[in-house]
């Protein structure tokens, strides 16, 4: 059972990052300013529960995901199951008498109807970027009752943020690979918002020309790429010797000059509050020299 949550939960990480592609709400208002209050939450996505935690609204998270792991106070929270329409369902979403639904595009855009014709305001989170996630939480802190809260996080985080871009601005700027997943090989397109973690951090993603979230890519196209640094997350299982295992790879520079690095896969595939943690860690991988 364990070893099938471990991979049920990385299938729900790719799944998220390769699903989200918009944002809309279901009742017609993108505006922050035009909802109803959210006293009654349901988030569907660990990002969108740490966004909540983050602007100060714990108290009205009604439920939450499986996944929805951090922090750790949120196990308090009763579940509605899993992520998509196949493991949490709109009746299971009803019993908690919501007023407030927080999913992601992509993934829950079939509760729209729905929710709709229930009376229940449905927001679709699409944090494509590092300042799409900034902007979000400043929203979600509106929504919520919480503007001050979050405009003292967004402030905090936007502030962190150009100190390290200010900080690795003269630096040459390391290609880097980063594998979302390996089979079949998943990589983070310009469309991505961990593309602009790259960025901000001071460095240059090989597939940063790819018009798209994330695409699957060849494996020789990593090859023929030669990134000097490749980055994956911890929940693959990969090791340095496994990757070096791979045909071809041993010749690729990171390899060559041991920077594979593996992160937490949690941290960097959320886009929530601590974007600027992970932007801060590969920053500190790409430019060990530099302070910030």
Not at 246 to 261: C, F, L, S, T
Request: charged residues 20%; hydrophobic residues 40%.
């Amino acid at each position: 059972m364990e070893e099938y949550m471990k991979t049920v939960k990385k299938i729900f990480v790719a799944l998220t990052l390769f699903c989200a592609m918009g944002s809309a709400w279901a009742m017609g208002s993108k505006d922050a300013s035009t909802a109803k209050s959210a006293n009654r939450i349901v988030s569907l996505a660990p990002a969108n529960s740490e966004i909540l935690c983050a602007v100060g609204a714990y108290d009205q998270i009604v439920a939450r995901t499986d996944f929805c792991d951090f922090p750790a106070e949120l196990s308090k929270k009763p579940s509605v199951g899993g992520f998509d329409g196949k493991t949490v369902s709109v009746e299971t979403i009803l019993a908690y008498q919501p007023d407030f639904v927080y999913g992601t595009s992509g993934m829950h855009d079939f509760l729209k109807q729905p929710l709709e014709a229930a009376g229940i305001t449905l927001y679709l989170s699409k944090a494509d970027s590092v300042e799409a996630v900034i902007a979000e939480i400043r929203t979600i802190g509106k929504i919520t009752g919480h503007a001050a809260q979050a405009e003292s996080l967004a402030s905090s985080m936007q502030k962190e943020l150009s100190a390290i871009k200010k900080a690795v601005a003269k630096e040459a700027k390391p290609t880097v690979y980063y594998e979302v997943w390996g089979n079949p090989y998943m990589t983070v397109g310009n469309k991505s918002f961990i593309n602009g973690i790259i960025q901000a951090a001071g460095g240059t993603n090989i597939f940063a020309s790819v018009d798209g979230d994330y695409p699957m890519i060849s494996e020789e196209s990593v090859i023929a790429q030669n990134p000097q640094f490749i980055i994956i997350p911890n929940m693959n299982g990969e090791t340095k010797k496994s990757i070096s295992s791979r045909r071809g790879w041993a010749d690729i520079q990171a390899v060559k000059d041991g920077n594979v690095y593996f992160i937490d896969s949690d941290v960097y595939s959320r886009p929530g509050p601590r974007v600027i943690e992970a932007i801060k860690n590969i920053a500190q991988i790409l430019h060990p020299g530099v302070t910030f």
